[in-house]
């Protein structure tokens, strides 16, 4: 049903890549996944901008971020919302593009936490959704299908742990569990927000030795996408 789908929107004649938006909690494999198609020349992959989130003209924004939240996370968001755009915009001659996170999950996961929690208030998460609206409404942002890759908090805060990133010093379980609460209720259950594309979902608490199996399922829809 599903490849039948894609193979029907590819010989449209629409020329934009079949974009598809990689989800999942913090520590969920969102980056292994991405690294194992990489291989492939008919993709275009593109990591989070994490990167630049350490280094906005010299400022650790996310060190920023876990060091002083109250302070930090509108100027925080912000930025991920810009950095988000730039992604979902960036132009490729390849036939499928799959990008690491999105405006989206920013927007539905993160700030409706943040907000939650009264870490941002109303009148901020006002400003960053009136920027949302716009931005989602003014540039071609369209999602083809969600890749989610469904963990259960537990096995993400290992992972956590044993990746020892220096900013991730003081993400706690609850954090995770909160959060992968919002990606649940978003993609699986659908009960909050929109889902702006068809979501398949991946059980992402298999390791890495087992794991080729849950991404082979993706493949199979992507590579048809390229005959
Ligand atoms: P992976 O490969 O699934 O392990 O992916 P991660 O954990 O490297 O990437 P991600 O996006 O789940 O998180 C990277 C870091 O950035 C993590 O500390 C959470 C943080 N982060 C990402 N997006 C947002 C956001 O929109 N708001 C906030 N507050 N934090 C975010």
């Given at each position: 049903?599903?490849?039948?789908?894609?193979?029907?929107?590819?010989?449209?004649?629409?020329?934009?890549?079949?974009?598809?938006?990689?989800?999942?909690?913090?520590?969920?494999?969102?980056?292994?996944?991405?690294?194992?198609?990489?291989?492939y020349?008919?993709?275009?992959?593109?990591?989070?901008?994490?990167?630049?989130?350490?280094?906005?003209?010299?400022?650790?924004?996310?060190?920023?971020?876990?060091?002083?939240?109250?302070?930090?996370?509108?100027?925080?968001?912000?930025?991920?919302q810009?950095?988000?755009?730039?992604?979902?915009?960036?132009a490729?001659t390849?036939?499928?593009?799959?990008?690491e996170?999105?405006?989206?999950?920013?927007?539905?996961?993160?700030?409706?936490?943040?907000?939650?929690?009264?870490?941002?208030?109303?009148?901020?998460?006002?400003?960053?959704?009136?920027?949302?609206?716009?931005?989602?409404?003014?540039?071609?942002?369209?999602?083809?299908?969600?890749?989610?890759?469904?963990?259960?908090?537990?096995?993400?805060?290992?992972?956590?742990?044993?990746?020892?990133?220096?900013?991730?010093?003081?993400?706690?379980?609850?954090?995770?569990?909160?959060?992968?609460?919002?990606?649940?209720k978003?993609?699986?259950?659908?009960?909050?927000?929109?889902?702006?594309?068809?979501?398949?979902?991946?059980?992402?608490?298999?390791?890495?030795?087992?794991?080729?199996?849950?991404?082979?399922?993706?493949?199979?829809?992507?590579?048809?996408?390229?005959?």
């Amino acid at each position: 049903m599903m490849l039948r789908n894609i193979s029907r929107m590819m010989t449209s004649k629409s020329t934009k890549p079949f974009t598809v938006i990689i989800e999942g909690n913090i520590g969920s494999g969102k980056t292994t996944f991405l690294q194992h198609f990489e291989k492939y020349k008919d993709v275009c992959v593109l990591s989070e901008p994490v990167e630049m989130w350490r280094d906005c003209a010299g400022h650790n924004l996310l060190a920023n971020l876990y060091e002083n939240p109250v302070k930090w996370s509108f100027t925080f968001q912000s930025y991920v919302q810009l950095t988000m755009l730039q992604h979902h915009l960036v132009a490729t001659t390849k036939p499928i593009k799959l990008l690491e996170r999105s405006i989206f999950s920013a927007r539905y996961c993160f700030i409706e936490k943040l907000l939650r929690d009264e870490i941002l208030l109303a009148p901020s998460v006002s400003v960053l959704n009136e920027w949302f609206k716009y931005l989602i409404t003014k540039f071609n942002i369209s999602v083809d299908l969600i890749v989610y890759l469904r963990t259960s908090p537990e096995v993400v805060y290992e992972r956590v742990l044993a990746r020892n990133r220096k900013e991730e010093k003081s993400l706690s379980l609850q954090y995770l569990k909160d959060l992968h609460d919002m990606h649940e209720k978003w993609l699986f259950y659908k009960t909050a927000f929109s889902c702006p594309a068809h979501v398949l979902t991946l059980n992402a608490d298999l390791d890495k030795s087992t794991i080729e199996k849950e991404y082979q399922k993706c493949q199979d829809h992507l590579l048809t996408i390229t005959g």
